[in-house]
């Protein structure tokens, strides 16, 4: 059902746009005071229910007695007209609202149905033979009402997780001036204002540590449940919760940028797009809409044809209209959809495509990039070999990584890291000269030094030294001082502890793993049978990734494909699912229909469960929501009448509310398995 053809104050497709982190709780609001509504219709139609049940003849008729005063009838039209025109207000102004936008749904069927009972009744008043519906009309009136306030709460109650990221984002900002600290709006924040950040408070705005250290829990952005230590020069994210330490930021952007407004953004948009399962569900409550109309008034003459008084007629033709409504229809899928995009938010793993993430249940294979989605993506120093006996191991790399200070390779990255953790000094190089592909040559202390790779070595007929030993996961780089073989420096990419555990369910739900790297086939084979993987594909170039992709989607896989997202971007548009991995703020410029924010590959498991599970729930619900009708449809319209078993109008307007509760009810208890 279209989202916003529902009653207003249901539509929560006018969620906050990211732009302004506070316009969502005055949406908030704006849902709460219509809830607030229908609360107050509701209990005016209640205490109105009550004398018009005791004024009617039927109930009278039930109890055995016989309270009927000269102009009863006409206080009991008075007050059925305050009960129509005041209850069904909403019903009525939907109703007209929808023959406006010709597209009849939920809304025309029930004003259809009350303008009729209504009409009549007061026809019988002014002296048309017959029994009034003014009963029955009070209490399908307050039944409804009854079903759309619990059926806003519930609406309301998924949307509430999205409602949770914005309130994220504190209201103000302690901005540090140059001889003071003043509070000021968050949303007035610019890109390098100072704020400080005091102990337990949330973070206001994305930005860089410029002072101060501290621990901050991330969870409600990443889903990453261990709070991260964050020091100088680190990145901090709008909306984390600061732990004991005090630090002072240096703003990167304001806050309509910021990566919480971008994902709230995401979520408000990913809420509102269309996937197959939610274009059925659309089909589905306008052919309802159809059938009830054409089955009420079919109904209708059915019965008063065949000799059925009118009032008979009438209330067979409301009962089925009643029970036809698909409000259930029209929230089996939309409540499912905002649970499921605003959970996966929570849990770091951002939905750009709603279709992707529902086609996750058809993945056969996925092929992972190696580098910081199965490995850490850092390399460390794994051992130091010394082939000199006058050399020491940590004068051998102190002397190495004189070369390695200019340069951004993670080998250089890791021999430097390495060198900081022993405390070392990095001596001056004089003369620096890349050998392409192979390593690089300087003047280090009066010695002419070079840190080369192995194939440096068999080009120039070196000889590797005897006892050279180095696992299929570890990078290897020799030192030569003044042309001679002085050691070597092992390096490797940890493989994550999660990844294991990962590549295993993959395997228990009959998926296949393929590991897919530009690195070594040696490395990659490692990697590859250490964690039970299907296969590997190595030594494998950017541009060549997306000719891999294709082949496997050839032989009919159905393919997703997780990277970093930048070398990988061809990659990641050709597969049928693109998952970008640990791209932080970037989450706007991806090829890919999922983002996980953080690189952990145990999330895209988690991703696939969830996307089976939440399109098991929107499958539930409209077999639910369309399966019921199946059911109390011929009841309505009399099929068993002859048997003695048919239903009320109040009696089909209960069926349709619970009906709408359990789709509800269904929708709230999906949940993310970690």
């Not at 100088?232 to 910021?258: L, P, R, Y």
């Amino acid at each position: 059902m279209d989202m916003s053809k529902m009653p207003e104050g249901m539509d929560h497709s006018k969620m906050q746009k990211g732009h302004d982190p506070h316009m969502g709780m005055s949406e908030h609001d704006h849902h709460a005071m219509m809830i607030a509504d229908f609360k107050k219709r509701f209990y005016v139609v209640l205490g109105l229910t009550i004398p018009i049940m005791l004024l009617s003849t039927m109930i009278q008729h039930f109890m055995g007695v016989n309270w009927a005063f000269a102009g009863s009838s006409y206080l009991l039209f008075a007050l059925s007209s305050v009960v129509f025109i005041y209850g069904g207000w909403p019903f009525l102004t939907g109703l007209v609202d929808e023959v406006k936008a010709k597209n009849p749904g939920m809304m025309f069927l029930i004003g259809f149905a009350i303008t009729v009972a209504y009409a009549y009744s007061v026809a019988i008043v002014f002296g048309l033979k017959g029994m009034d519906f003014f009963w029955e009309l009070a209490t399908l009136i307050l039944i409804m009402l009854l079903g759309h306030w619990i059926e806003m709460r519930s609406v309301m109650g998924a949307s509430n997780e999205l409602e949770l990221l914005v309130q994220l984002m504190p209201a103000d900002a302690h901005m540090v001036m140059p001889d003071m600290v003043h509070d000021v709006k968050t949303d007035t924040l610019k890109e390098n204002d100072i704020i400080l950040i005091k102990p337990g408070e949330k973070v206001a705005a994305d930005g860089i540590i410029l002072e101060g250290e501290s621990y901050l829990n991330e969870s409600m952005l990443t889903g990453e449940s261990k709070p991260v230590l964050k020091v100088k020069g680190d990145k901090v994210i709008a909306g984390s919760i600061n732990g004991n330490g005090s630090f002072k930021v240096t703003v990167s952007h304001a806050a309509k940028d910021s990566y919480l407004s971008q994902v709230v953004k995401l979520v408000d948009d990913a809420q509102k797009s269309k996937s197959q399962t939610q274009l059925l569900a659309d089909q589905a409550a306008k052919w309802l809409t159809v059938i009830a109309l054409v089955t009420g008034i079919g109904t209708f003459l059915y019965w008063y044809l065949t000799g059925q008084t009118l009032a008979f007629a009438m209330e067979r033709m409301v009962t089925v209209i009643v029970i036809c409504c698909p409000h259930a229809l029209g929230l089996a899928v939309p409540l499912v959809v905002a649970k499921s995009t605003a959970l996966s938010a929570k849990h770091g793993l951002l939905i750009k495509n709603r279709t992707a993430f529902e086609n996750a249940r058809k993945i056969t294979t996925i092929v992972f990039d190696k580098t910081g989605t199965l490995t850490v993506g850092k390399f460390e120093v794994s051992k130091v070999v010394t082939l000199n006996k006058e050399i020491k191991e940590d004068e051998l790399i102190r002397l190495a990584s004189a070369l390695e200070q200019k340069s951004e390779h993670p080998i250089a990255t890791g021999i430097l890291q390495k060198v900081n953790e022993l405390k070392l000094t990095i001596p001056q190089a004089e003369n620096f000269k890349a050998i392409t592909g192979q390593g690089v040559e300087a003047s280090v202390e009066g010695k002419k030094l070079m840190v080369v790779s192995p194939g440096y070595l068999r080009e120039n007929k070196l000889a590797v030294p005897e006892g050279f030993t180095a696992n299929d996961t570890e990078t290897v780089v020799f030192v030569l001082i003044d042309q001679k073989l002085a050691g070597y420096i092992a390096l490797s990419d940890e493989i994550r502890p999660e990844s294991a555990d990962a590549i295993k369910t993959l395997k228990a739900e009959n998926i296949k793993s393929i590991l897919l790297t530009g690195d070594n086939t040696k490395v990659a084979a490692s990697v590859s049978k250490t964690l039970g993987m299907d296969s590997f594909i190595a030594e494998v170039l950017p541009h060549q990734k997306l000719e891999k992709i294709k082949e496997l989607q050839s032989k009919g896989e159905f393919v997703a494909m997780t990277g970093d997202g930048v070398n990988d971007a061809p990659a990641l548009a050709q597969a049928d699912i693109g998952i970008a991995v640990g791209s932080g703020s970037d989450i706007a410029a991806e090829t890919a229909g999922i983002v996980l924010v953080n690189s952990n590959p145990k999330d895209i498991v988690s991703l696939i469960l969830f996307g089976k599970a939440t399109y098991r729930k929107m499958i539930q619900n409209l077999a639910w929501a369309t399966g019921y009708n199946i059911v109390a449809l011929p009841l309505a319209a009399g099929v068993l009448y002859n048997q003695g078993i048919v239903l009320s109008p109040a009696a089909g307007a209960v069926l349709m509310t619970v009906s709408t509760v359990v789709v509800a009810i269904n929708a709230s208890l999906l949940k993310v398995k970690d």
